[in-house]
């Protein structure tokens, strides 16, 4: 019998309003080995009663088990079944909410609305559970050590709130002074299971829980109100956090390493916040964000960019939920914010995103200009699991269609969108065929068009091949790059911003890199300049080639020209002629929509970009024409 049409099946009532209600679920029974038996009840969200909000990992789909709800069956995953009973054995009787089963999630329309408002869910929830499957003898050891020592971490972390308003490098070396001081007896007892801690919190965090997208979002809504459960053990995630940062604190202080708080660990959202240390081929602290949102300081709302790094190490089913997931954690300001809508393909919110980032301002030099657009792109693409046949996506993207019509967003006035300045270069000269000649350029084309394959050489003063140009490159054209994802950050180990944008310039400004992204740009007779096309690096990985005096350009990107041209870039890889053939014939490619649709100002002096970067002065990237 087919189970929609099954009576002894569960199935859901329509919501009054899906915008403004939620269903709370309180079970009646969950004796072990026996079937979970519990009621759904919607309320209206501004009258719902005190309710829990679970968070937890759905875990394997093939795994399943049955409970009774409102009197009928429902299938659902054993995690959510593990999940349930700690639950109820934390708060008997109590309302929980829990996703899997208080959304409708055969029901997109009703979906899309609830996940809007889910961050509200767990803001509004009398506390959040924070469970994280069964035990092992890693969190065996570690909750054994919190119930032993509550009261010690207890205040370590109520000092440590003291210090969380203090400068980010300065608050936990500050709580370890101050509590150190008054709890100097029990530091010894601690001592000999320190060595242990290490890896049994490195294998905790290792679990599926902390690699959910979900849980950022759930448990910085739920930052001071989260129990964290584990087999039949709870206790709050703020011992959790004192713990973690003890034993952090402690590697610092024992390897020297003491100016490199942990407190800066646990603080934000972005990759630099992912911190690891190789004790015994063991990474520590792989993914502490999770603790921090939970029970660190207050965290304010990142830009968009930030988040979206953060999330290469998490993880959901739909890759829809990168976005959707994590719309709590973003500082939108008056910029546009994309709806959840599981009608939508991820394509479309794809571009959306896209779309959001090239309307955001720049930041300051230490990021914006060490991240182009399209390495954005790239990024973002691979995180949401976007295609790139470059073939059909040209008519994917057009076949999605936009809200506005045959404009996109980023056509709206109130959006200007804002340059990537990422790009430098230097003019082509055709290669003398006497060698003897001397010259100061250092990029030369290798041949006239008609002496040309389907490409054009490009080749520096011995005659070594840096590039693989259009056909229709010609002398006095210009050659432009940035650095791919690999070279996006320059390797800083320690700091001022001052010494990053000092190192930024110099090392990454004067030298052509193997994994570059290369334009071919040309001049008109008016001094406008539109893009040729596409070029492809030949270099190695050694030392790239020193370009003595490059200039600067401003690139306006038309969000579809950006999507074709990092497919095409993505498919390059190896950096050979034969490789350059399976891309077909990609220098008769119509890459850009119309001569317009992506804006190329410059060349511009590298000192007139970063002062008006590090001044913020960001009316000097905002696009041509713009009142």
């Known amino acids: 019998m087919d189970t929609a049409q099954d009576p002894a099946q569960f199935r859901y009532e329509p919501l009054p309003d899906s915008r403004t209600y939620i269903r709370l679920l309180q079970i009646q029974h969950s004796e072990p080995e026996q079937t979970i038996r519990c009621t759904l009840t919607p309320f209206l969200l501004e009258k719902a009663p005190p309710y829990h909000a679970v968070s937890y990992t759905w875990g394997d789909p093939k795994s399943t088990t049955s409970i009774t709800l409102n009197h009928r069956n429902m299938v659902i995953r054993e995690n959510c079944d593990y999940a349930l009973r700690q639950a109820s054995a934390a708060h008997h009787g109590a309302y929980l909410w829990i996703d899997a089963i208080c959304i409708n999630q055969h029901d997109n329309a009703e979906k899309s609305h609830q996940v809007a408002i889910m961050a509200t869910f767990y803001r509004q929830a009398a506390r959040v559970l924070s469970c994280v499957g069964q035990h092992s003898p890693d969190s065996l050891l570690i909750f054994d050590v919190l119930k032993r020592y509550d009261d010690y971490f207890a205040d370590f972390y109520n000092t440590m709130t003291v210090h969380f308003g203090e400068m980010e490098n300065d608050w936990i070396t500050q709580s370890w002074r101050h509590f150190e001081a008054e709890h100097s007896k029990w530091s010894p007892m601690l001592l000999g299971l320190r060595e242990k801690l290490i890896g049994a919190l490195s294998n905790f965090i290792e679990r599926p829980y902390f690699s959910r997208v979900w849980i950022l979002q759930e448990l910085y809504m739920g930052n001071g109100r989260i129990t964290v459960c584990c087999g039949i053990d709870r206790g709050p995630l703020s011992s959790l956090f004192a713990l973690s940062i003890w034993v952090t604190n402690w590697w610092y202080r024992s390897t020297g390493l003491v100016d490199r708080s942990a407190g800066l660990l646990f603080r934000g959202l972005t990759p630099r916040s992912h911190y690891s240390v190789d004790v015994n081929r063991k990474i520590i602290f792989q993914r502490p964000n999770g603790l921090a949102l939970g029970a660190g300081p207050n965290i304010s709302p990142s830009r968009l960019w930030d988040v979206l790094e953060a999330l290469r190490r998490y993880a959901c089913e739909d890759p829809r939920d990168k976005i959707y997931g994590v719309l709590a954690l973003v500082n939108w300001e008056d910029r546009p914010r994309p709806l959840p809508d599981y009608k939508k393909d991820i394509l479309q919110l794809a571009k959306e995103v896209f779309g959001i980032l090239l309307v955001s301002e720049p930041d300051d030099l230490g990021t914006w200009y060490n991240q182009s657009f399209l390495n954005m792109v790239h990024h973002v693409r691979l995180m949401m699991n976007v295609p790139s046949q470059h073939k059909t996506l040209r008519s994917t993207i057009r076949a999605t269609g936009d809200p506005s019509g045959d404009q996109t967003m980023l056509r709206k006035p109130k959006y200007p969108r804002y340059a990537d300045v990422r790009w430098r270069g230097t003019r082509l000269s055709l290669l003398p065929k006497d060698a003897r000649v001397k010259h100061d350029d250092v990029l030369f084309l290798k ?34 790059e940035c650095l791919f994802w690999s070279q996006a950050r320059p390797k800083i180990h320690a700091g001022t911003a001052a010494r990053l944008r000092s190192a930024s310039w110099s090392s990454l400004l004067y030298r052509l890199h193997y994994d570059s992204n290369i334009l071919i740009l040309r001049q008109d007779h008016e001094g406008n300049f539109r893009i040729v096309g596409p070029a492809f690096s030949a270099m190695d990985r050694k030392p790239g080639l020193k370009l003595p005096a490059p200039l600067c350009f401003k690139i306006w990107w038309d969000l579809e020209d950006a999507l074709l041209l990092e497919s095409l870039f993505s498919r390059y890889t190896r950096r050979t002629k034969k490789e350059i053939a399976k891309l077909g014939d990609w220098s008769k490619m119509r890459i850009f929509a119309h001569p317009d649709s992506t804006i190329v100002k410059g060349p511009f002096e590298p000192e007139e970009i970063r002062e008006a970067l590090q001044f913020r002065n960001f009316a000097a990237f905002r696009e041509p024409g713009w009142d």
Do not use: N
């Not at 068009?449 to 054209?477: C, F, M, N, S, W």
């Open 447 to 480: 041949s006239e068009p008609q002496d040309r394959g389907l490409h054009a050489e490009i080749v520096d003063r011995k005659g070594k091949i840096i590039a693989y140009a259009p056909k229709a490159t010609a002398k006095d054209d210009w050659f432009v």
